[in-house]
């Protein structure tokens, strides 16, 4: 069974602030997908890395795959309220068909 | 282009009843996962159907099934309820495969 360790599972940080969180895997993905959920609603797609040592940047948020593609991390600069929320990582393998396996999340609440 | 529909948004039942959970993909998307995601366990993979054909499955117990329908929409079952299975329910499509994948808003099922 593939597992993804994500980090830290709770975090509580004030606006301005900048921080990382980090899934970890002892697997090799072909893809890692990022999602952020808020409370009550489905997560929603927030980008794909499928490249070893890729970086992509969405406005304040950065996400790196690491060059091993087993690990990635996600990085908020001047976190705002409105980033509030679970943020989940997901790796995708390439067998016959592709499996989807998810972190358990990182709960981020920015305080005002 | 709508997103993934899930319809009931709430839902209560008594222990021991059955209920029916519904998912309409996005149009085009042949790939349709169900997930159960509870406070502790996070985001659980139920099974993911695929062309009206159960691709890949989860480890959960035969109470838990599904089918998908030609026009790709799917149902969930679930049979003889239990405490337990008091959880948020979500549904995700995709293109081809499960990975980058589209949640729905998910049904939250009570069971009293």
């Not at chain 1, 602030?17 to 797609?45: A, D, I, K, M």
């Not at chain 2, 998908?68 to 948020?88: C, H, I, K, P």
């Not at chain 2, 549904?91 to 499960?98: D, N």
Request: aromatic share 10%; glycine share 12%.
């Amino acid at each position: 069974t593939q597992l993804l360790e994500q980090s830290p599972q709770f975090l509580s940080i004030q606006e301005g602030e900048n921080l990382t969180v980090y899934c970890n895997s002892s697997s090799v993905f072909s893809s890692l997908q990022w999602y952020r959920q808020e409370p009550g609603e489905g997560p929603v797609l927030l980008v794909t890395v499928v490249t070893g040592g890729e970086v992509k940047k969405l406005k304040r948020l950065t996400f790196q795959f690491g060059d091993a593609r087993k690990d990635s991390s996600l990085h908020i600069t001047a976190a705002q309220p409105g980033d509030t929320g679970l943020y989940l990582c997901a790796g995708a393998n390439s067998g016959g068909y592709q499996k989807v396996t998810f972190g358990i999340g990182t709960k981020l609440q920015v305080i005002p | 282009k709508a997103g993934v529909t899930q319809t009931p948004r709430y839902l209560i039942k008594t222990r021991g009843q059955q209920v029916t959970l519904s998912c309409s993909p996005i149009s085009g998307h042949r790939s349709v996962s169900w997930y159960q995601q509870t406070p502790g366990q996070g985001l659980q993979f139920l099974f993911e159907y695929f062309s009206e054909t159960q691709r890949n499955k989860g480890n959960f117990p035969g109470r838990f099934s599904g089918r998908q329908f030609s026009n790709s929409r799917s149902e969930m079952n679930v049979s003889t309820l239990e405490l337990g299975d008091s959880a948020l329910y979500l549904c995700a499509s995709s293109l081809m495969g499960i990975n980058e994948a589209f949640f729905g808003q998910g049904t939250r099922l009570t069971v009293v």
